[in-house]
T-cell receptor, first 111, second 111 residues
């Protein structure tokens, strides 16, 4: 099946630092999605990217859809303690509703 | 709207027992799905449904059954629980092809 390689697996940062994480695939996808899962909760959609090269922001979060359509990046600026959680990338293969998720990046922010 | 609700939040089963995880949504979404989340494995699709009366298998369907008699409900049945089914289970429904909303999860332990 489709596989997404998400890195890093985990990050430990100080409050105020910027964060970057990425997701790559050997296949081309038309949509890239980023979700955040807080402890004890289900994942929540942060950003959806629909067009190669697209750069989209949501507050301190910025995500980019790679030109090759095989990767995506998520940046968090000026991290705060509530950014703690697992960040998942996900892709949609097309008109069906099935999503494939990466294994996640666990983010810890030290105040 | 309550969104996607799941019951129970926690469950402990003995090997060989059966049980049903409940999932309901009040957003009139046609597409619903079940995932399991294991450490380091991300979210893996168990079963999904594109509408009442229609279900299909995902990536890891063995040991699980589903049915979809109404738009609102999508229960997941474990026929004979095994320790390998210890996991966190998430139900989700889609507003669109890309926007997936998750429930709060059921934490299942099989001893």
């Amino acid at each position: 099946g489709q596989q997404l390689n998400q890195s890093p697996q985990s990050m430990f940062i100080q409050e105020g630092e910027d964060v970057s994480m990425n997701c790559t695939s050997s296949s081309i996808f038309n949509t890239w999605l980023w979700y955040k899962q807080e402890p004890g909760e289900g994942p929540v959609l942060l950003i959806a990217l629909y067009k190669a090269g697209e750069l989209t922001s949501n507050g301190r979060l910025t995500a980019q859809f790679g030109i090759t359509r095989k990767d995506s990046f998520l940046n968090i600026s000026a991290s705060i303690p509530s950014d703690v959680g697992i960040y998942f990338c996900a892709v949609s293969g097309g008109s069906n509703y099935k999503l494939t998720f990466g294994k996640g990046t666990l983010l810890t922010v030290n105040p | 709207n309550a969104g996607v609700t799941q019951t129970p939040k926690f469950q402990v089963l003995k090997t060989g027992q059966s049980m049903t995880l409940q999932c309901a949504q009040d957003m009139n979404h046609e597409y619903m799905s079940w995932y399991r989340q294991d450490p380091g494995m991300g979210l893996r699709l168990i079963h999904y449904s594109v509408g009442a009366g229609i279900t299909d298998q995902g990536e890891v369907p063995n040991g699980y059954n589903v049915s979809r008699s109404t738009t609102e409900d999508f229960p997941l049945r474990l026929l004979s629980a095994a320790p390998s089914q210890t996991s966190v289970y998430f139900c989700a429904s889609n507003r669109s092809v890309y926007e997936q909303y998750f429930g709060p999860g059921t934490r299942l332990t099989v001893t």
